[in-house]
């Protein structure tokens, strides 16, 4: 389970924001390591389905090494790499993605799923990973399905993958749901009694941000009204959705 993700009221991902349960515990550990500088773990690979906190662990990552004295660390998801190439993949531009992460502490990529088919792509992040790998720097990945399972991934990339630690993240059990829940309420400075955080479990697309989302609502709706949050105000707030 991977929790975490753009609350309102912290716009930086890190690990003190990050709401650990069981679901993406030893993802958020094996995620610690790796910022970590003892040297004991320099590769991860992360993997669940959306919404549920691979990136922000990255992005915890990221900060974490660039708040002890390390260079910046750049992160990048690969539904941005089509972009950075204006759709361009070849030979000549391919160097752009090295350049984003050259003198990097690390190399962060997001969403390895949504790597475009570009022959000429693969063979760059092949030797990303392999210059990052045999200097000892760190790679962290994520992406939907477990290395194995990856569409249109080189053989080679994917039993590198594995080489590393491979952790699951996955919040969809209630429990989880519920502490996230409270954990974006807290974010937004808003009261949510009990019964409200049943019906919006209940009545609201289980992914953060459609519950974020539905919070939000409630949280202006009572403004606007000037009045508290109660059963009756969320359901009139979330059935105007």
């Keep these: 389970m991977q929790l975490i993700f753009d609350f309102p009221a912290t716009p930086r991902y890190t690990f003190d924001n990050f709401v650990v349960c069981d679901g993406n515990r030893a993802a958020c550990l094996f995620a610690r390591k790796l910022a970590g500088n003892d040297g004991t773990e320099n590769l991860l690979y ?4 959306p919404g549920s906190g691979k990136t922000h662990l990255l992005a915890a990552v990221a900060n974490s090494l660039s708040s ?3 260079a910046p660390a750049p992160m990048i998801s690969c539904r941005e790499i089509q972009e950075l190439y204006g759709g361009d993949f070849s030979a000549e531009r391919v160097s752009l ?12 990529l997001d969403d390895i799923h949504c790597l475009p088919d570009s022959a000429n792509l693969k063979v760059e992040i092949w030797q990303l990973f392999n210059d990052f790998y045999d200097t000892g720097r760190k790679i962290m990945i994520t992406g939907l399905a477990p290395p194995r399972e990856l569409p249109g991934l080189d053989d080679h990339l994917i039993s590198r993958l594995l080489w590393g630690l491979v952790a699951r993240v996955d919040i969809n059990d209630d429990d989880s749901r519920r502490m996230i829940l409270i954990k974006l309420a807290e974010d937004m400075q808003v009261i949510v009694p009990a019964d409200v955080a049943d019906y919006v479990l209940k009545h609201v697309r289980r992914d953060v941000p459609s519950l974020r989302s539905a919070l939000e609502r409630i949280s202006r709706f009572a403004l606007s009204e000037g009045r508290k949050v109660t059963l009756r105000l969320a359901r009139e707030a979330l059935g105007r959705m």
């Design 68 to 70: 002890s004295g390390n």
């Design 97 to 108: 993605l090295g350049e984003r992460f050259q003198q990097a502490p690390a190399l962060l």
């Design 46 to 49: 992360v993997y669940g389905p």
